[in-house]
């Protein structure tokens, strides 16, 4: 046998589980797998043999690996190392005995180090107790007391070096965290937000006729599509064992009516017709043709899309629709509800009937009207006697731009060519709070009143109840009482919503935008205007103007 491959010293045996032969050209472990149960020996077994030799510049790290695995094969860790001082065996190999007894008792002596493992056992940090006279541990300490805390990974070489050197609180071990996986997206291909834009030419001229009202798709189209999520990565702690990741959440395909999923994630429409988004579904709503008028010949309609009137909505008869409208003719006293509603003739309300659009309202006259809109009201001649409410700006604009009497409400604007005329007719104009939110915020506060009071007499009468034994009563009694009992819990629900209902648009109410009236030509005596709730009746004729808010003060400005 090669001389450098003889062992000089040798221990372990098969039966130990670990044999460590130190031979001319180094150091070789070999690490049996043992079928017994229980363990033989530990990670920290090993290092305390090898410091015995003086070996140091050992990899901690592969040194660990090989205990895991048990190959039974010798694998070299280590080029240097020296005999204890009372070895007695052969000395024939190409090592040295570098201290003798003497010399080992007047070793230096060194300070404390700890090990302080941070609660996610992601971090190890070296901690030092040195008094005086004594010196700051040396890179095999440290590694030591790693070992003690069974840290096998992400152990920083170049970090200990520096600890032994400094005595300083150092970062000497990192995990690697876990990289959690993404959420699932959807990524819409279309914009509903060019919905109800009028069309504005290069003279800054505003089409009232060409809305952009509508938001069509076609048979085949691509509507969405999801980006699936990903699980992440596992990391690995200080102690060699993976940490889990977070994975993403995932997301379903929002495909609604008259649509297709295509290649798991790609939503398509499966007819001509108006995308309708209610955020958890994409849906494709048929259109509904009415050659002639709504009336006798048709009845009330109710339809799940939108619909097209070839002529006009007559007295008394109902029109909704999910989608949007567009009348040809006249809305004539009826009621008619739907997204988007643009009427090309206009609205005689006869006081009676009512016009409720979800986003935008455009006709072409209003008069004795009753017309609510959550977006902008666009009317294009004139605006007589009716109560018109806006959640954005309402407009009267185009050939005469007149608003004559009644009461009109808008969150941000309302402008007119002119308002009121020369008999002084009462016109009111309110802007700077939305109308929908307000009318919203009645309806809660009269069903949040309404419950409240309606809960403190039913727990006022359980409260007396309670003292009365419900098993000594008839059946029907006894079953009323408890019926009493238990509609407390959906009233105090519907009382707690309620309320947080309230709280959310007494908010809304509070983000009052900058409200203003402009009149391009005359505004009347006889105008009462409440700008972001501060009052104003007009005493003389102001031409040319825009009112505003400022220091509480209605102000004129320029148009």
Same mark, same amino acid.
């Given at each position: ?16 589980? &670990? ?38 510049? &050992? ?39 570098? *201290? ?10 060194? /300070? ?204 008394? #008869? ?82 005469? /731009? ?70 000594? *009563? ?14 407390? #819990? ?38 009462? *205007? ?28 320029? &148009?």
């Amino acid at each position: 046998m090669d001389e450098e491959k003889k062992s000089v010293s040798e221990v372990g045996s098969k039966d130990s589980g &670990y044999l460590v032969e130190f031979r001319g050209d180094g150091v070789y472990l070999t690490v049996f797998d043992s079928q017994e149960p229980g363990i033989k020996f530990e990670l920290s077994d090993m290092r305390l043999i090898l410091k015995e030799y003086s070996v140091e510049d &050992y990899d901690l790290e592969l040194l660990a690996r090989l205990v895991r695995e048990a190959s039974g094969i010798p694998t070299k860790i280590s080029e240097k190392f020296t005999l204890p001082a009372n070895f007695s065996g052969s000395k024939n190999a190409n090592v040295s005995i570098e *201290m003798t007894a003497e010399e080992l008792a007047e070793k230096q002596v060194y /300070g404390k180090v700890f090990i302080d493992v941070s609660r996610d056992k992601m971090e190890a940090l070296a901690r030092f107790e040195i008094k005086e006279n004594e010196s700051i541990p040396t890179v095999e300490m440290i590694k030591e007391a790693l070992a003690q805390k069974n840290i096998v990974y992400g152990i920083d070489e170049e970090a200990i070096k520096e600890a032994a050197e400094s005595g300083k609180l150092t970062k000497v071990a990192v995990g690697t965290p876990p990289e959690n996986g993404l959420d699932a997206k959807i990524i819409r291909k279309f914009d509903l937000g060019i919905k109800g834009r009028p069309v504005i030419d290069e003279h800054d001229r505003v089409h009232y006729k060409d809305l952009n009202i509508f938001c069509l798709a076609k048979k085949g189209q691509l509507l969405a599509e999801r980006i699936p999520h990903t699980t992440g990565t596992p990391g690995t702690n200080l102690h060699g064992a993976q940490v889990r990741q977070k994975p993403g959440k995932p997301k379903p395909v929002p495909a609604g009516k008259n649509t297709s999923i295509k290649d798991e994630n790609l939503i398509v429409s499966d007819i001509d017709g108006q995308i309708v988004d209610t955020g958890s579904k994409i849906s494709v709503d048929p259109h509904l043709d009415i050659q002639g008028d709504v009336g006798m010949a048709t009845g009330n309609i109710d339809f799940v899309g939108s619909v097209t009137v070839g002529g006009s909505v007559q007295q008394g #008869f109902v029109l909704k629709a999910t989608g949007d409208i567009e009348i040809n003719g006249m809305i004539s006293g009826a009621d008619v509800s739907g997204r988007n509603i643009y009427v090309k003739g206009g609205v005689q309300g006869m006081n009676r009937g009512a016009i409720r659009a979800e986003d935008d309202f455009q006709a072409t006259f209003a008069e004795n009207a009753d017309i609510e809109a959550g977006g902008n009201v666009i009317i294009t001649d004139v605006a007589m006697h009716s109560t018109i409410r806006a959640g954005h700006t309402l407009a009267v604009e185009g050939r005469r /731009g007149l608003i004559n009497g009644g009461f009109l409400a808008a969150g941000e604007e309302i402008r007119a060519n002119t308002i009121g005329n020369s008999m002084n007719v009462a016109t009111r104009l309110t802007v700077g709070v939305n109308p929908m939110i307000q009318k919203r915020y009645q309806q809660v506060l009269k069903e949040y009143n309404d419950a409240k009071k309606r809960l403190e007499q039913v727990t006022k009468m359980v409260n007396t109840l309670g003292k009365i034994d419900i098993s000594q *009563m008839p059946e029907d009694k006894a079953e009323r009482i408890n019926a009493l009992i238990r509609s407390q #819990f959906p009233l105090a629900g519907l009382v707690e919503r309620s309320e947080k209902t309230l709280k959310e648009l007494d908010v809304e109410l509070q983000k009052m935008k900058r409200g203003r009236i402009r009149v391009k030509d005359t505004m009347f005596p006889g105008v009462r *205007m409440s700008i972001n709730s501060i009052l104003k009746n007009v005493q003389v004729e102001e031409n040319h103007c825009t009112q505003y808010v400022e220091d509480d003060f209605i102000k004129i400005g320029a &148009y």
